[in-house]
């Protein structure tokens, strides 16, 4: 609570003590004490809690700004307390308990809005506050602004990265968790890169800078998180287009009620009965506040950003939430997104020896080519290569390898290149469209075949009917990849449609089909690793990224991005905007709907000044803290 | 040209208030005020002058909302 807060609350608890006073004062008190003694002692308490919404309708007029809550609520207690002096009923408690229920109404808004805004923040609290860079060999604490590139800066057990770089000392494990929703440390050793934001667990590591601090990935997403919700969803911008209509109609409507009726019943030769109609108009008012509406909306796709960003899905804007509940077309990338990105040896077939004595020759043989498949090779054999035992390694471009090793002629490369050698193969049933194959021959002899593929991403085997629960009605795969790797891969996932043999242009076109095929409320998101796919990321409804880390295009091209690659992200970001647009839809037809009964209500007189404020400030804190059930997310 | 300043505003009305009453001001393209983060950004016309611009969207916002205040 801040100091405003603070001396809000003493009003509030002041005036509470004084009306309890006066009443029992009134009860006690002869009757016979005259006005305006009454009148003086119920303006003190009035004045205490209203003088600020007083002086605010009255600066409203002066600036031609009438039609706001300060002036509603002003009209209504000036307008009870004039009819109380009017009527000489004496009854100036009403007037002071709805300016004072409508404090409290506002004092809880306010409070609510900044404990969430505070949990939230505390949520994408990830901003390093130091770094410790070594200066003249001592590890000086300094803000992260001032390191520049390429110094070395230390990390302790329990702090926080402070600009990516790569580690030249030590090694750790790291929780990446606040950066990705990954609850599973990684671990890092010399050599490897390093990105901020992440808590160093177990060690003291010495790390090179590659990037400033402003251009580090935390500061990137600090950013962004910053700035979404700045794009405002439909439904916020109709809510603040509704408020603007909403007020003056309501005040022209309570205008009429006081009007209207009693000029009715003078024509029709009856008593007006003005007070009453007066009352009933100035009840109207009091219900009349927005409030609820115009808070809570805003404060759920907040609380729903802030609840998706600590799983680890960086939302940009409240509309593109709000787009991702009606998503029903997703277009998934292959490579990078469903795959890996990384090749990786994926079978040994017809070996004439031990898989482990094949992938040795192979491996030495291939030992001096940075040909992606010859580093799967060598990162599968995972011991080292002692290169005096090959020689004569020749690379012929398209065909593949052939070497000396110890004593034996051997080739490793592609069909051609066995054709070319002369060696017979035959063709293996065991791994038809599983990616690339590697034959090996030794002294022309055929000896078996390495396989090599984009190995599928871990544990997304039910991705398909995970999106499919989530509402999604088709899943569609785009690749430049060759058509027979593209069926393998969409159908382990049981993706309903593929396109292979793609050009990034094609992907567009395709994109725009699908775009043109679908219905009109429906979305069509596309997921890509973003740094080709910015066209099409760009060109979908929603692009979602692969944030493959550290990757700015990435970050810069989409509306969504999934911190840890995991596609199954997807599925899940869909049903945190789902429950978050299910709650505004709550609110809405919520505060709506008490607001239009307690409006009628309050026409036909059956609900009165107290019901009205209590009606007000009911649905207010209801629609508050529905609200913030957004940042739940929704239950794994 | 777009600029971020932190505003202090208590109402979420007052914040669209605000948002009218800056994207009115000359010189200002258009406005954004995120109620829940209290940022305005603010995306200035070509050649305006974001000081004189600021000041001007600070006075007209504090006409329909003298309970705001804008960080410049």
């Not at chain 1, 207690?77 to 009854?91: E, F, Q, Y």
């Not at chain 1, 000029?263 to 219900?287: C, D, E, M, N």
């Not at chain 1, 199954?568 to 647009?581: D, G, P, Y």
């Not at chain 2, 258009?30 to 070509?46: G, Q, S």
Request: hydrophobic content about 45%; aromatic content about 8%; glycine content about 8%.
């Amino acid at each position: 609570m801040n100091k405003k807060q603070k001396k809000m609350l003493m009003r509030i608890i002041i005036t509470f003590i004084i009306m309890i006073a006066l009443y029992f004062l009134k009860k006690f008190l002869d009757e016979s004490i005259k006005e305006p003694f009454w009148f003086i002692l119920y303006m003190i308490p009035y004045f205490i809690i209203g003088h600020d919404i007083l002086k605010k309708a009255f600066k409203g007029i002066i600036n031609r700004q009438v039609f706001d809550e300060c002036f509603l609520m002003a009209v209504a207690t000036v307008g009870a307390i004039a009819l109380a002096l009017l009527t000489k009923s004496g009854d100036y408690t009403e007037a002071v308990a709805v300016m004072l229920f409508y404090q409290v109404g506002e004092f809880f808004q306010t409070y609510a809005v900044r404990k969430s805004r505070k949990n939230i923040s505390e949520l994408m609290d990830i901003r390093p506050d130091y770094a410790n860079v070594i200066r003249d060999g001592i590890p000086v604490r300094v803000d992260p602004s001032e390191v520049s590139k390429g110094e070395i800066i230390e990390v302790n057990p329990g702090e926080k990265v402070p600009i990516d770089g790569k580690v030249v000392e030590g090694k750790t494990t790291l929780d990446t968790a606040a950066l990705t929703g990954e609850s599973v440390p990684r671990t890092v050793n010399p050599g490897d890169d390093i990105i901020s934001g992440c808590v160093s667990l177990s060690g003291v590591v010495r790390i090179e800078t590659t990037k400033d601090f402003g251009e580090s990935t935390i500061s990137k997403i600090l950013e962004l998180v910053e700035n979404s919700s700045s794009k405002k969803s439909k439904s916020e911008n109709f809510i603040s287009k509704f408020s603007r209509v909403y007020t003056p109609a309501v005040c022209y409507g309570a205008l009429a009620l006081a009007l209207i009726p009693p000029i009715v019943l003078l024509v029709l030769g009856q008593s007006p009965v003005w007070t009453k109609w007066i009352y009933r108009a100035l009840t109207f008012l009091v219900i009349s506040c927005p409030c609820a509406l115009v808070i809570s909306i805003p404060l759920t796709f907040f609380a729903g950003i802030g609840g998706a960003s600590h799983e680890g899905i960086l939302v940009k804007g409240s509309n593109y939430l709000e787009a991702m509940a009606a998503v029903k077309y997703l277009v998934f990338d292959k490579t990078g997104t469903l795959t890996k990105g990384v090749f990786e040896v994926t079978g040994i077939h017809q070996a004439v020896m031990d898989d482990d004595e094949l992938l040795k020759i192979a491996a030495h043989t291939e030992c001096k080519s940075s040909h992606p498949i010859a580093k799967s090779i060598i990162s599968a054999y995972g011991k080292d290569i002692d290169d005096k035992n090959v020689s004569d390694i020749e690379e012929l471009g398209g065909y593949g390898i052939t070497s000396s090793y110890s004593g034996m002629n051997v080739a490793v490369g592609n069909s051609k290149l066995m054709d070319k050698c002369g060696v017979a193969y035959d063709p293996c049933p065991e791994c038809r469209g599983e990616g690339t194959t590697a034959h090996i021959s030794l002294d022309g002899k055929y000896a078996g075949h390495i396989v090599i593929s984009d190995r599928i991403k871990d544990g997304i085997e039910n991705l398909s009917s995970m999106l499919k629960k989530a509402g999604v009605r088709k899943t569609v795969m785009l690749t430049g990849d060759s058509e027979e790797v593209a069926r393998a891969v969409a159908d382990r996932l049981h993706i309903d449609e593929v396109h292979a043999g793609l050009l990034p242009g094609d992907k567009v076109d395709l994109v725009e089909k699908l775009l043109s095929e679908k219905n009109e409320g429906d979305k069509l998101a596309f997921v890509g690793d973003g740094i080709n796919d910015a066209p099409v990321l760009r060109r979908a409804d929603i692009g979602i990224a692969m944030g493959s880390l550290g990757s700015d295009a990435a970050i810069e091209a989409a509306d969504v991005v999934i911190m840890d690659d995991d596609p199954r992200k997807v599925a899940r970001a869909i049903e945190i905007s789902r429950k978050c647009l299910r709650i505004v839809y709550e609110n809405i037809y919520f505060a709506l709907g008490i607001k239009g009964i307690c409006l009628l209500l309050g026409a036909v007189g059956i609900a009165n000044m107290w019901m009205a404020i209590f009606a007000d400030v009911g649905v207010m804190v209801i629609a508050v803290l529905n609200a913030i059930r957004a940042l739940k997310g929704v239950k794994k | 040209m777009k600029k971020t300043y932190e505003i202090e505003v208590d109402c979420a009305n007052c914040a669209n208030k605000m948002e009218e009453a800056a994207k009115n001001t000359k010189g200002v393209a258009n406005a954004v005020v995120n109620f829940m983060a209290l940022k305005m950004i603010v995306d200035f016309e070509e050649g305006a002058d974001e000081k004189a611009v600021m000041k001007e969207v600070l006075k007209n916002c504090k006409k329909v909302e003298d309970d705001c205040e804008i960080y410049l």
